[in-house]
């Protein structure tokens, strides 16, 4: 975490939000009248507008990407040690935009905020958002601060999809499209995950079909749940073993069910927490978004066929103890790319912190980014 008087610091950041009156045609079918977007930005639009990069978030992160809040210093955005003066991203040379995801619960239009056709929160009946949807908004935002093309697009897990749908969607908007940590769509494992974590939420009797907002109550039992499958997810098991082993919590062995070990208690803070500031309806949606993510369906399954109109250069990430979203599945995009001559850098770290790793300071990670970035012509 940097302290407010670290140079390498964006500082003091505000978030802003803007409002967009014309509908939005959602990919399942919805529409919404009209919805806000929350966002930050950091660094300056030089003069040509050709400096600009927007930074997608991953499942439960925000627009908040980087610096902290006046009113509370410990609020650091969550990729801070990328973004930055003098860091990989470097703000002094580029603008940096962080946008919020609609259905979000951090500012942007989600199940939480008011249903102007009922005065009451949307609830259950917020529709399920794609990424497709979610580039659409993000170029509907970028259409308004006057950003015609993106130097580039990064995003780590979720938002390394986001990263890659912009070339889909959008082709000649965005130049280098940087996707870490992530893949062309969810293995039936992953899915799987996803499924569990929804179910331990709508079956929580606080959940009341998704309308628990009147109720005034939330469903903490099956968030907790669901962050902690999460977590076991997002860390290696070489990264658990160096940080809990099998240290005991108490010192010795309860024999009842307690916690006992000292990774039973991290699962169960880390649950605790989430509970707290993550709405239930928007962990449905998101988690349905990422397993619907798939730029191949519509291309008889094949990638290559998929990204043959993208135009940008890549740059693919990967770590070696990613088991959520492995090394081979970033390799598949990779050769996909190569398949139709695209111009593609990939590179593969070996670091113990698992999926958990593109938001690490890891420094062979920053220094390929790093390395990156200063290759792109403004």
Known sequence: MNAPHDPSSVGAVTAQKLHFDAPIKLRG?????????????????????????????????????????????????????????????????FFVIGSNYLGSCFGSTGPASINPATGKPWGADFPVVTVEDWVETQARLADRLGIERFAAVIGGSLG?????????????????????????????????????????????????????????????????????????????GEAMAEKFGRLLRRGTLGFDFGTDFEVESYLRYQGDKFSTYFDANTYLRITKALDYFDPAADFEDSLSAALARAKAAFLIVSFKSDWRFTPARSREMVRALLDNRKIVSYLEIDAPGGHDAFL???????????????SIDL
């Not at 660094?43 to 006046?70: D, F, I, M, P």
């Open 29 to 93: 079918g919805a529409s919404l009248p009209a919805y806000d977007l929350a966002y930050e930005t950091y660094g300056e639009l030089n003069a040509a507008r050709s400096n600009a990069v927007l930074v997608c978030h991953a499942l439960n992160a925000s627009h908040h990407v980087a610096g902290y809040y006046e009113g509370d210093k410990s609020n650091v955005g969550w990729w801070d040690n990328l973004v930055g003066p003098g860091k990989p991203l470097d703000t002094r040379r």
């Open 360 to 374: 690490l300071e890891d420094p062979r990670y920053h220094n390929g980014l790093r390395a990156y970035f200063a």
């Open 160 to 236: 390394a999809m986001q990263a890659m749908q912009w070339t889909l969607s959008y082709p000649e908007r965005v130049r280098h499209s940087i996707v870490v940590a992530s893949a062309p769509k969810l293995t039936p494992q992953n899915i799987a995950f996803n499924e569990v974590a929804r179910q331990a939420i709508m079956t929580d009797p606080d959940f009341h079909g998704g309308h628990y907002y009147e109720k005034g109550v939330v469903p903490v039992r099956g968030l907790r749940i669901a962050r902690m499958i999460g977590h076991i997810t997002y860390l290696s």
